[in-house]
């Protein structure tokens, strides 16, 4: 998922969310942010959308 979001690849977050992905998972590289927190400090608009979407819908 840290790759897709960095990359702002859309397909492949909502593939991975799909299949159960967490977006809230915090990653031992660099210093620990979710997915969607790295998305957002990298401007990735679509990332962040398609995560913050998911999000929503599983309220």
Not at 14 to 43: K, Y
């Given at each position: 998922?840290?790759?897709?979001?960095?990359?702002?690849?859309?397909?492949?977050?909502?593939?991975?969310?799909?299949?159960?992905?967490?977006?809230?998972?915090?990653?031992?590289?660099?210093?620990?942010?979710?997915?969607?927190e790295?998305?957002?400090?990298?401007?990735?608009?679509?990332?962040?959308?398609?995560?913050?979407?998911?999000?929503?819908?599983?309220?």
């Amino acid at each position: 998922m840290r790759w897709a979001a960095v990359h702002d690849d859309s397909a492949s977050i909502q593939l991975l969310l799909s299949q159960g992905a967490d977006p809230h998972a915090r990653t031992r590289i660099g210093d620990l942010e979710t997915p969607l927190e790295e998305a957002e400090r990298c401007g990735k608009k679509h990332a962040v959308a398609t995560m913050r979407a998911f999000l929503e819908r599983t309220r």
